[in-house]
């Protein structure tokens, strides 16, 4: 459970000894490493130990890359081993989810999204390998989320300036009273640290205990972005569309006779001008719901109804 960490009080910093401040400051950031430190646990796969984060008494996030299979998953707490289970993979934001039988772990406490300021002091804490690793920074970066290149959705930007040195993979960033702010990931590019926040965990542990995966939308249909160009343009009533390069055999987009060369401008209402904005309108809630789509065809306009499968 969490339990603040103790104010550093006038007294403590006026205190006669000149080096109370940076004293209590220490104390206060050991004690925040070592609270954190409970909520973690040593995670073991085919490949090397990382961190995972307990998210309840019995369950573990942690990064997918390192749960790659099913068997021979351990966790390490308190020094026992214990052996873990599976519960569910998201390669798409490299987050899996695993279950620890009659285990009674200690769940970390996470930072509310309104609290997250820019510029405040951040500890990023891992046990790769049953001891607790402590990094200090600064919250450089929150900002609105975004999409990965595989559709996936993180639901805020964060970032620390935080050495990003091996080890970091299921990492915790939490601030210096103990609270987390996400999880260490790897994505991006050069597989660079991604920070998941904690309202992107919560979702996605959610869906993982309920289907075992992230159910993400799907067309079936390969599409480029392209400007429109005279008649075209102006029968569409907009400059850019996305192009149908590919439509998958038996897919959505097949049965809702789609074709190469197909123009797409709209999914129920949503403008698609870009590729991002047709994999943010076929998020996990638009599975099996059937959607308008407006295109261009020969410079005729048309409209269809497509239903939204499950991405393979």
């Known amino acids: 459970m969490w339990r603040p960490t103790p104010a550093l009080t006038l007294e403590a910093m006026t205190s006669a000894s000149p080096f109370a401040a940076a004293s209590a400051v220490s104390d206060a950031l050991s004690a925040a490493s070592a609270r954190i430190g409970e909520g973690l646990v040593s995670v073991s796969g085919r490949r090397w130990p990382i961190t995972g984060i307990v998210h309840e008494k019995d369950l573990v996030l942690t990064a997918a890359h390192a749960a790659d299979r099913e068997e021979g998953l351990r966790i390490q707490s308190g020094g026992t081993w214990h052996p873990a289970q599976l519960v569910g993979r998201d390669p798409g934001l490299d987050l899996a989810l695993l279950r620890v039988p009659g285990a009674s772990l200690s769940p970390v406490t996470w930072l509310e999204a309104a609290q997250r300021r820019v510029g405040s002091l951040v500890l990023a804490v891992s046990r790769p390998r049953g001891s607790v690793r402590t990094r200090l920074g600064v919250l450089s970066v929150v900002e609105p989320g975004f999409l990965t290149p595989w559709g996936a959705r993180v639901d ?135 959607l308008s789509l407006k295109l261009l065809r020969g410079g005729k306009l048309e409209e269809r109804a497509v239903a939204v499968g499950v991405r393979p």
């Not at 797409?264 to 949503?270: A, F, P, Q, Y």
């Open 156 to 290: 805020a930007t964060l970032d620390a300036d935080v050495s990003a040195r091996p080890g970091l993979a299921g990492a915790a960033l939490a601030d210096v009273e103990g609270r987390v702010l996400g999880m260490y990931v790897s994505g991006g590019p050069r597989e660079r640290r991604v920070v998941l926040p904690a309202e992107t965990l919560a979702r996605v542990a959610s869906e993982l205990l309920a289907h075992g995966r992230v159910r993400r939308g799907y067309l079936g249909v390969g599409t480029q972005p392209v400007r429109l160009q005279g008649q075209a343009r102006a029968a569409a009533g907009q400059e850019t569309g996305l192009l149908v390069l590919s439509v998958e055999p038996g897919g959505p987009s097949d049965a809702a006779g789609l074709a190469l060369g197909d123009v797409l401008l709209s999914l129920d209402g949503t403008p698609m001008e870009d590729v991002h904005d047709l994999l943010a309108r076929l998020a996990h809630d638009a599975v099996g719901r059937s």
